[in-house]
């Protein structure tokens, strides 16, 4: 089965320029979760979506950041424009319905690294 | 104002010894928590999982314990395995919330 899928792995752009991180879910699971890791920080969730609604969104650190989730296969998370404080590895995770807490647990693509140069 | 605490950024175990690895919390509401392992380049991996109605979950190598009046618990991975190398996350969450994350335990299984 195929797990979720990130993409672009690597990213390093130039500061101001606009940066779009993807998504792609486990098919068949409700919840989709975007996480920001950092040294100082750890991982810290930005935004959280359930059958494609934002529920949560009291994590994203700026109006620069946004997240949209057009369909329960694909989601994108924006920065515009970036900074190089932005600079850190973001996950994408989803989890299969019983509520945000159930005992499902939440599994996580492979990150993307981004770099603001 | 961390939540979950995972106090040593790193562990290092003899191939065949017990590794224990510990995470405190400060939210008495925590009741679900759960352990994650990440390899380097990779997401974090579930590994095993404990309700706040339980002190003991059980699978295979891995242990995880659960003090509540301590606001404690540990994974307990009996014996380490070089493979069982990479960094351990601590989560946690009450309710309808969201997974609270430790800062993580790199374990180094050296043979």
């Excluded at chain 1, 998504?23 to 359930?50: A, V």
């Excluded at chain 1, 996580?108 to 770099?115: A, E, I, N, P």
Aim: contains cysteine; aromatic residues 10%.
């Amino acid at each position: 089965d195929a797990g979720v899928i990130q993409s672009p792995r690597h990213e390093v752009t130039e500061m101001g320029q606009e940066v779009t991180l993807r998504c792609k879910p486990i098919s068949g699971h409700d919840y989709l979760f975007w996480y920001r890791q950092t040294m100082m920080r750890g991982l810290e969730l930005l935004i959280y979506f359930n059958n494609n609604v934002p529920i949560d969104d009291s994590g994203m650190p700026e109006d620069r950041f946004s997240a949209k989730m057009p369909n329960a296969s694909f989601s994108t998370l924006k920065i515009q424009p970036s900074e190089p404080r932005d600079s850190a590895v973001y996950f994408c995770a989803s989890k299969k319905g019983g509520g945000v807490n159930s005992n499902q647990p939440q599994h996580f693509g492979d990150g993307t690294r981004l770099s603001i140069l | 104002d961390q939540q979950v605490k995972q106090n040593s950024p790193s562990l290092s175990v003899q191939e065949g010894r017990i590794s224990i690895l510990n995470c405190d919390y400060t939210n008495s509401m925590f009741d679900y928590f759960l352990w994650y392992k990440k390899y380097p380049a990779e997401g974090p991996t579930f590994l095993i999982s404990i309700s706040s109605i339980k002190d003991k979950n059980e699978d295979g190598r891995f242990t995880v314990f659960l003090n509540k009046s301590a606001k404690h618990l540990s994974l307990h991975i009996v014996p380490s395995q070089p493979g069982d190398s990479a960094v351990y996350f601590c989560a946690a969450s009450s309710g309808y919330s969201t997974l609270t994350f430790g800062k993580g335990t790199m374990l180094l299984v050296s043979p």
